[in-house]
T-cell receptor, first 113, second 114 residues
Framework: KAGVTQTPRYLIKTRGQQVTLSCSPI?????VSWYQQTPGQGLQFLFE???????NKGNFPGRFSGRQFSNSRSEMNVSTLELGDSALYLC????????????FGPGTRLLVL | GQQVMQIPQYQHVQEGEDFTTYCNSS?????IQWYKQRPGGHPVFLIQ?????EVKKQKRLTFQFGEAKKNSSLHITATQTTDVGTYFC??????????????FGKGTLLTVNP
């Protein structure tokens, strides 16, 4: 079974631009979670989607948004990029959103200049 | 609010020494999960513990779930350089109503001196 895939793997943007990251979950998994990871900051939870609905949301500004499609694929968008948004963005899929094991993708490394 | 706490934040050992990381939850957990993230990689699921007092082993790794199902530990015997990475624990915490969110601890970064 194919794992979680994320595109693109690397991205360089400038301040003020916007970016869209994509995540394809493991086949059959209906829940997708997004995390931001910066050095020494652990996994900062962004949001979780299940059946095209956002079920949980972390403490990030409104510039960070996401959505999930009917095939469970998910996208996250960051508008008006700031230097501090430079990070590894990880997507994880699970069977359902009730605390099941999460399987992480390789991440998208975003650099904001 | 509810949270999952993990200590220590960093641990540096000599190859061959043992290593332990501890995880504590502010509330009883239905299960506790452990993940490992190698440098430059992404978190990978290691194991899940469900029962009170459960102990599971994976080669040199021993995982324990506390009797009250609020704490857990991961112990590595005779560390090797391949053990280097960040170890995260995670548990499902209630996020309101019937919603649960798998909540991760901040992780323990293990470095091993060969």
């Amino acid at each position: 079974k194919a794992g979680v895939t994320q595109t693109p793997r690397y991205l360089i943007k400038t301040r003020g631009q916007q970016v869209t990251l994509s995540c394809s979950p493991i086949s059959g998994h209906r829940s997708v979670s997004w995390y931001q990871q910066t050095p020494g900051q652990g996994l900062q939870f962004l949001f979780e989607y299940f059946s095209e609905t956002q079920r949980n949301k972390g403490n990030f500004p409104g510039r960070f948004s996401g959505r999930q499609f009917s095939n469970s694929r998910s996208e996250m968008n960051v508008s008006t990029l700031e230097l501090g948004d430079s990070a590894l963005y990880l997507c994880a899929s699970s069977l359902d959103p009730w605390g099941k094991t999460q399987y992480f993708g390789p991440g998208t490394r975003l650099l904001v200049l | 609010g509810q949270q999952v706490m993990q200590i220590p934040q960093y641990q540096h050992v000599q190859e061959g020494e043992d290593f332990t990381t501890y995880c504590n939850s502010s509330t009883t957990l239905s299960n506790i999960q452990w993940y490992k993230q190698r440098p430059g990689g992404h978190p990978v699921f290691l194991i899940q513990l469900v029962k009170s007092g459960e102990v599971k082993k994976q080669k040199r790794l021993t995982f324990q779930f506390g009797e009250a199902k609020k704490n857990s530990s991961l112990h590595i015997t005779a560390t090797q350089t391949t053990d280097v990475g960040t170890y995260f624990c995670a548990g499902p915490l209630n996020s309101g109503g019937s919603n649960y969110k798998l909540t991760f601890g901040k992780g323990t970064l293990l470095t091993v001196n060969p």
